[in-house]
């Protein structure tokens, strides 16, 4: 395949897996290069009402812009991906529902045919144009208001999740956060005698531009009918002398 290159992509078309679904009910594809927040945008003006309020008054009259009501919500919305899609659209799923309570969930997941074309790098070499079948996953949601089927695979009632929510808020909310700073103070905390930073060794009293005197460590001991004292220098030299 080092003498090919993709030319596109073509995504075979998959029947809805949801028998008797108005026709006007709107479906969200998401795709993998696609914004969760224009998504959600589009979705969110479908199935969330909006209501003025003090600090946001209603629409002028001629204005464009106009307030959701009950009668022009939808009853149903569908989210479907493809392939690396899948994640995406699980994550539109479940702000949707947190967004807007009461949804019945059905989830289908099924195969869908995509076929890839692959265009010769050389044309004049005589290689022949290659399509390339492939079986990817593919998730299909179906968000209600009403009530949906129990009894089919898939569905999920209204709150089932909100526990497993609240609990997995709560052990992020106690974990630490990454990268932040240990408090001072307990044991160890305190720093070593002498140790500092930016300090050199220390410094020994004397007069400004006096040098510095080697140190010296000084002992007597007694010799026959004298007594001795040696004074060993830094150098490592050592002086006799009587008293």
Known sequence: MENYRKARTVEQPCPCPFPDLPSDTPEVRVKDGSKIRNLMRFALSRMEEKTASADHPGPHEGSEVSVGSVENLCRQIMFTGVGLSVAKAITCVEIMKRRVHGLHQHTKLVYRTVQEVWEPLEPEAGLDSLTVSRNVPSIWV??????????????????????????????????????????????????????????????????????????????????????????????????????
């Open 142 to 243: 179906l968000l209600s208001r009403d009530s949906l089927d129990k009894n089919q695979p898939g569905y999920q009632a209204p709150g089932s999740f909100d526990a497993l929510w609240a609990q997995a808020l709560k052990e992020e909310a106690a974990a630490p956060k990454h990268g932040q700073r240990r408090k001072r103070g307990g044991p160890g905390a305190g720093r070593t005698e002498g140790a500092g930073r930016g300090k050199g060794a220390r410094k020994h009293p004397g007069r400004p531009g006096e040098p510095r005197k080697p140190l010296a460590a000084e002992t007597s001991f007694t010799s026959g009918s004298c007594i001795c004292k040696t004074r060993s220098h830094v150098g490592g030299s050592v002086d006799y002398f009587d008293v």
